[in-house]
């Protein structure tokens, strides 16, 4: 089964290059026969109908649009009654539920940013309730004699509660800087002035991974934007040492090279470095291979580096396209499509790179040719 989704990855990623493919929402919802489902477009401060679909006698309904990267949208039952998706454009999102209980036990399968977002909307729910409950009690009994030893203990579980799933969101943005299911994970609230997530290292490079890869993202400039006013208004000691920092807003790569010895990508810290997506079989990729051979010549002297990732799946091919080629540069792969570094980098297309400099930080993206030469030619 692994081997056929890696396969199946890499025949989306080797064709979509320069195509716009559409998303499509089919579902099931049990009780929902005759009514209709709504699917809103979510805005930084609004939303929007887009479009409609009355359900058939057995709960079945089928929308479609286009989107050029991760978007989100509400899909809206009722009011109060929806499940937030997050979808890009080569997603065929599935979704299952009930009627009378949309909101609290839908599924969602074949959209994997949907899946993050319903994990966050699930913890969060789940956290929250626990906490208005002692919340509740707690009130109750504040002013009962001889309660004070359970009610510190009430306190002492309220908190751990809140931190235990604070860390969970933390972990969360720091395992996932390039998704956009980061900007729902960074404004989920406890009350209009509490935040969830408190760590203000990871909050500060998410959203400047996020603005490298979607720069034109409203929701993303919102984050960008915002994020500095966030961090003022969380009142933390260290806040001035923190801005000063730099963040690393690339996560890091492990994989064997053709020897099988691991390679990380920030090893190479200190060099300039192309992280770069290809595979053996696509012929634009071996074309661009050219370019870069000639460029990785005229500058590896000068502190650049090449880190190339294939997404292939035959091992003798990949190796043999490396010879052929003369990639003297860390080769990289899996052979099961890379995924992982996929996911964490958000590619959908091959070719595709990412120019990233001293420190780790992306400067520029899908730089081709002349661009690529012009780039390092003014940073070397």
């Given at each position: 089964m692994n081997r056929i989704l890696a396969l199946l990855a890499i025949v989306l990623l080797t064709v979509s290059c320069g195509k716009k493919y559409n998303y499509t929402i089919s579902g099931k919802i049990e009780?929902?026969?005759?009514?209709?489902?709504?699917?809103?477009l979510l805005l930084t401060s609004s939303q929007k109908t887009i479009d409609s679909a009355k359900m058939d006698q057995a709960g079945e309904f089928n929308l479609k649009g286009k989107v050029s990267n991760p978007t989100f949208f509400l899909l809206k039952l009722s009011e109060g009654n929806f499940a937030t998706l997050l979808l890009d454009s080569t997603e065929h999102a599935t979704i299952t539920g009930s009627y009378k209980h949309f909101a609290s036990d839908y599924t969602v399968g074949g959209s994997d940013n949907s899946s993050k977002v319903r994990e966050l909307t699930f913890?969060?729910?789940?956290?929250?309730?626990k906490m208005d409950s002692i919340r509740l009690l707690y009130n109750k009994h504040q002013y009962d004699a001889g309660s004070q030893s359970e009610l510190e203990r009430m306190?002492?579980?309220?908190?751990?509660?809140?931190g235990d799933y604070s860390i969970y969101v933390n972990d969360f943005v720091k395992r996932n800087p390039f998704s956009m299911a980061s900007v729902y994970a960074l404004y989920q609230k406890w009350d209009e002035n509490n935040y969830v997530a408190n760590d203000f290292q990871s909050m500060k490079t998410a959203a400047s991974a996020l603005n490298a890869v979607y720069p034109k993202n409203d929701q993303v400039k919102a984050l960008y934007s915002n994020a500095t006013d966030l961090l003022k208004r969380q009142k933390n000691a260290n806040f001035n040492t923190l801005m000063n920092e730099k963040a690393i807003?690339?996560?890091?790569?492990k994989l064997p090279d053709p020897s099988g010895i691991t390679q990380t990508l920030w090893s190479l810290h200190g060099k300039y470095v192309l992280l770069h997506?290809?595979?053996?079989?696509?012929?634009?990729?071996?074309?661009?291979?050219?370019?870069?051979?000639?460029?990785?010549?005229?500058y590896k002297h000068k502190g650049f580096e090449i880190y190339m990732v294939s997404v292939d799946d035959d091992k003798s091919v990949w190796t043999a396209a490396i010879a052929e080629d003369h990639l003297t540069w860390i080769n990289v792969g899996d052979m099961k499509g890379s995924i992982p570094a996929l996911i964490s980098f958000n590619i959908h297309s091959i070719?595709?790179?990412y120019l990233l400099d001293k420190q780790g930080n992306i400067v520029a993206q899908n730089l081709v040719g002349p661009a690529l030469n012009a780039t390092l030619a003014k940073m070397l």
């Amino acid at each position: 089964m692994n081997r056929i989704l890696a396969l199946l990855a890499i025949v989306l990623l080797t064709v979509s290059c320069g195509k716009k493919y559409n998303y499509t929402i089919s579902g099931k919802i049990e009780g929902g026969a005759g009514k209709t489902v709504y699917l809103n477009l979510l805005l930084t401060s609004s939303q929007k109908t887009i479009d409609s679909a009355k359900m058939d006698q057995a709960g079945e309904f089928n929308l479609k649009g286009k989107v050029s990267n991760p978007t989100f949208f509400l899909l809206k039952l009722s009011e109060g009654n929806f499940a937030t998706l997050l979808l890009d454009s080569t997603e065929h999102a599935t979704i299952t539920g009930s009627y009378k209980h949309f909101a609290s036990d839908y599924t969602v399968g074949g959209s994997d940013n949907s899946s993050k977002v319903r994990e966050l909307t699930f913890g969060y729910a789940r956290a929250k309730a626990k906490m208005d409950s002692i919340r509740l009690l707690y009130n109750k009994h504040q002013y009962d004699a001889g309660s004070q030893s359970e009610l510190e203990r009430m306190n002492k579980e309220y908190l751990k509660i809140a931190g235990d799933y604070s860390i969970y969101v933390n972990d969360f943005v720091k395992r996932n800087p390039f998704s956009m299911a980061s900007v729902y994970a960074l404004y989920q609230k406890w009350d209009e002035n509490n935040y969830v997530a408190n760590d203000f290292q990871s909050m500060k490079t998410a959203a400047s991974a996020l603005n490298a890869v979607y720069p034109k993202n409203d929701q993303v400039k919102a984050l960008y934007s915002n994020a500095t006013d966030l961090l003022k208004r969380q009142k933390n000691a260290n806040f001035n040492t923190l801005m000063n920092e730099k963040a690393i807003n690339s996560p890091d790569v492990k994989l064997p090279d053709p020897s099988g010895i691991t390679q990380t990508l920030w090893s190479l810290h200190g060099k300039y470095v192309l992280l770069h997506f290809w595979s053996a079989k696509d012929r634009t990729c071996r074309i661009q291979n050219q370019v870069l051979t000639e460029l990785y010549a005229k500058y590896k002297h000068k502190g650049f580096e090449i880190y190339m990732v294939s997404v292939d799946d035959d091992k003798s091919v990949w190796t043999a396209a490396i010879a052929e080629d003369h990639l003297t540069w860390i080769n990289v792969g899996d052979m099961k499509g890379s995924i992982p570094a996929l996911i964490s980098f958000n590619i959908h297309s091959i070719p595709y790179n990412y120019l990233l400099d001293k420190q780790g930080n992306i400067v520029a993206q899908n730089l081709v040719g002349p661009a690529l030469n012009a780039t390092l030619a003014k940073m070397l």
